[in-house]
């Protein structure tokens, strides 16, 4: 059933034994969101993890949201969120599943806990709870509420929850260890009163659970057998079992915790990518340069680039920073051997060529060798673009090593003539504004005739029939490998390049309508893919460059 070329990780081990034991019959994860922002590249890691568990094991994995603090949340969130999953190719398993289905029952469950003596409403205010907690060297000290009849807490709880509390006022806390090593441990507080309407429970809940009162138990209402996430949460493990252990559960899921996803010259924490929409320094969280899913997917990155990218990576008990280049890696293979081959002039000049007249069509195919992917039609004609670049006068010896085409010298078109140029002529300013040039007959996938060599290939698009566009080209949004590191700010280290718009560019007709989702090698330029976020003009987002293997 496992990858036979990988070893297994820690916790499929875990899961092998549970299920040779019967200690599992069937493995249920969950991939557990909070919807206060958008999915990035770290959650993708979590949910292969999650979500290919279950594949793995035949089992089910959750899309659940853990909504309990509407003050960050929003339903933007939870639908993006959706579609990110979705796109990726999950299965949400029962999902979606919501905490805020579950605020019912974990009110049930707050209320057992106070009857049971393991739980009171503390008045101490913010600052007080925080005097009282103790350091990591020093213990708590018991709140003077700690003792309260369970009859009164019983009775305030129900005011909290009918909003006859004001905010901040009361905590509803567990009675558990105010000396213990773990602050965890230090009596949590279950329900914080927020007079704030939900985006899914509108207006009926004065009263929200903290995260950590919900999150263990909505695992137990779903049954989750592995309850996997990341380091940080590790000292809230003995919590999560001491409320499992104190309520009458329907199920007890063990957790395990393995390392967060990090990558150098971004972030992916939600808060840090949060102040870069909220502060306008990218258009919006799909803008193309965040490491978000809906960044990288309006970017042209595909689902698998990223499922292939994660699945490489270990499932580690450290955390651990990945170089940006092993997810460039997975993207330009999967990218090369996926993306229909096309041609865009990014920088055009104009080329026009004497001894030619009419109109040609060249059938070429849309993948060196991918004949699945089809045939598109090239037009001809006797004026024609090439980029800037691939043009120089300058014919000494310094420029002989320059594969391009050079005044008095031949250069192949891909897939069409060989050309030679003659003439350049010139704008009053000096810039080169065309040049003159002849074909060599009968070179049409044919080799030069003896005495004409070309120097190297370039590409083109014809001046009647190519269409005018606008091309995004990206680079890394932080000049940093680790900007947010120790103490730094890391807005200070935004790349000011990271976005450079050309317009002007002329791209063959074939993508004239080019859809949305679609992955384009420009050839010799990159892998492009059409802009969503403006939909009214031909917009190309550049994916990712070409890595220099452009053969003649
Ligand atoms: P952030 O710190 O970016 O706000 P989070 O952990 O607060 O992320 P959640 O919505 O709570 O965001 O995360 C959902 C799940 O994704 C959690 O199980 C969390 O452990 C996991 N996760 C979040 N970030 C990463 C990451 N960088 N690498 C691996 N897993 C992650
Ligand atoms: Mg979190």
Redesign the pocket.
């Known amino acids: 059933m496992t990858d036979v070329e990988k070893p297994i990780n820690f916790i499929q081990q875990v899961i092998n034994a549970d299920l040779a034991a019967g200690r599992v019959k069937k493995v249920i994860t969950r991939?557990?969101?909070?919807?206060?922002?958008y999915?990035?590249?770290?959650?993708a890691?979590?949910?292969c993890?999650?979500f290919g568990l279950a594949e793995q094991y035949g089992g089910v994995c959750n899309l659940r949201f853990?909504d309990t603090n509407p003050e960050k949340e929003d339903d933007e969130f939870v639908q993006a969120i959706i579609k990110d999953v979705e796109w990726l190719g999950f299965d949400l398993g029962n999902g979606p599943c919501y905490a805020s289905n579950y605020f019912e029952q974990l009110y049930i469950w707050a209320k057992h806990l106070i009857t049971e003596g393991k739980a009171y409403i503390c008045e101490l205010n913010a600052e007080q709870m925080r005097e009282y907690r103790g350091t990591l060297t020093e213990a708590g000290k018991d709140s003077p509420f700690r003792e309260r009849a369970a009859a009164e807490s019983l009775s305030l709880i129900e005011d909290m929850r009918l909003g006859l509390i004001s905010e901040g006022a009361m905590t509803l806390r567990a009675k558990i260890d105010m000396a213990s090593p773990n602050i965890n441990m230090r009596d949590p507080v279950l329900y914080r009163i927020k007079k704030m309407a939900h985006q899914r429970t509108g207006g009926k809940w004065n009263i929200y659970p903290s995260y950590d009162f919900a999150h263990g138990q909505e695992d137990a209402i779903e049954g989750v057998t592995h309850s996997?996430?990341?380091l940080?949460?590790a000292a809230n493990r003995p919590l999560y079992d001491w409320f499992t252990a104190n309520l009458p559960v329907p199920s007890v899921p063990r957790q395990y915790e393995?390392?967060?996803?990090?990558l150098n010259y971004t972030v992916?924490?939600?808060?840090?990518?949060k102040q870069l929409v909220d502060q306008s320094y990218v258009e919006g969280w799909d803008d193309p340069r965040m490491p978000t899913i809906s960044g990288l997917r309006r970017r042209g990155v595909s689902a698998a680039a990223i499922r292939n990218f994660c699945d490489s990576l270990a499932v580690a008990k450290t955390d651990g920073t990945v170089d940006m280049a092993q997810l460039e890696h997975f993207i330009r293979d999967d990218l090369n051997r996926n993306a229909g081959r096309a041609m865009c002039v990014l920088r055009p000049l104009l080329i026009t060529i004497s001894n030619y007249e009419g109109q040609e069509q060249f059938d070429v195919s849309c993948h060196p060798n991918r004949e699945d992917l089809g045939q598109r039609s090239l037009d001809f004609s006797r004026q024609i673009y090439i980029d800037r670049s691939d043009f120089s006068e300058d014919t000494s010896l310094a420029r002989k090593k320059f594969k391009r085409l050079v005044i008095g010298d031949y250069v192949r078109l891909r897939s069409a003539y060989i050309i030679r140029a003659d003439q350049v002529i010139k704008n009053e300013a000096g810039k080169i504004i065309e040049v003159i040039a002849t074909l060599v007959p009968g070179t049409v996938g044919q080799d030069a005739p003896d005495g004409i060599r070309a120097r190297g290939v370039v590409h083109w698009v014809s001046n009647e029939t190519s269409v005018d566009c606008h091309v995004n080209v990206y680079d890394r949004l932080f000049v940093e490998a680790a900007p947010d590191e120790g103490d730094k700010n890391f807005l200070d280290y935004l790349n000011p390049e990271s976005l450079v718009k050309m317009s002007g560019c002329k791209v063959e007709a074939s993508l004239a309508e080019a859809i949305v989702g679609e992955h384009y090698q420009f050839e010799r330029e990159g892998y492009f893919t059409r802009d969503s976020g403006d939909l009214d003009n031909l917009v190309f987002n550049c994916t990712i460059g070409l890595r220099d293997n452009w053969k003649v």
């Not at 991939?31 to 922002?37: A, C, I, K």
């Not at 393995?258 to 990090?262: A, I």
Request: proline letters at 9%; charged letters at 25%; glycine letters at 8%.
């Open positions: 991939f557990p969101p909070e919807p206060n922002g999915l990035h590249i770290g959650h890691k979590s949910m993890v999650n853990d996997v996430c990341t940080e949460f393995f390392g967060r996803l990090n992916t924490s939600k808060r840090k990518l």
